[in-house]
């Protein structure tokens, strides 16, 4: 029997980029299409506010996005209130609120919870799972800088950073 040639050759490994944000709360900040150019994937984790953000992001990348608790309105109702999305194989769960978490991520084989809503970033491994919060994009608390994350997913290997942006 011959050999399979992509057991031998396989393809060269890609990282994936995905720009993560949340509680834009009406104001896309203008540095955001530079940083997230070229991100393969963007999620916006509620607090969206205004559905002209969503067009702005979605010229940008493929977009995912959920509703939270500030959005309202016929443009947010058909946002889910949480998604399962695949990406370079893994499963991200996105909400807005981690409080309203009803899932176990290891039961579910989940590899990365997203949230928002407390406008500050944050990241934590619990076990194999990487918790992140982006921070606000907009009005952020405790008198941090408005934020963003972006998440390198290559196999199995997860990375995220934040970065800040300019206020003025």
């Not at 919870?113 to 076990?127: N, Y």
């Not at 608390?141 to 934020?147: C, D, K, M, N, T």
Request: hydrophobic residues 40%.
């Amino acid at each position: 029997m011959p050999a399979d040639p992509l057991r031998h050759n396989p393809p060269p490994a890609t990282t994936i980029r995905v720009g993560v944000i949340s509680d834009t709360h009406g104001y896309l900040n203008p540095a955001i299409p530079s940083i997230f150019k070229g991100v393969d994937r963007i999620i916006h984790t509620g607090d969206i506010e205004s559905p002209q953000i969503l067009v702005v992001l979605a010229r940008i990348a493929a977009l995912d996005a959920v509703r939270g608790n500030m959005d309202f309105g016929k443009w947010a109702a058909p946002l889910p209130r949480e998604d399962m999305i695949s990406i370079g194989g893994i499963t991200i769960y996105a909400l807005h609120d981690l409080t309203r978490l009803e899932l176990d991520p290891d039961a579910a084989d989940v590899q990365v919870v997203l949230s928002g809503h407390t406008h500050m970033p944050e990241a934590s491994w619990r076990g194999e799972c990487l918790y992140l919060n982006p921070g606000s994009a907009s009005l952020p608390r405790s008198g941090l800088a408005p934020s963003v994350a972006l998440l390198d997913i290559l196999g199995p290997q997860i990375n995220y950073r934040f970065i800040d942006l300019p206020t003025s």
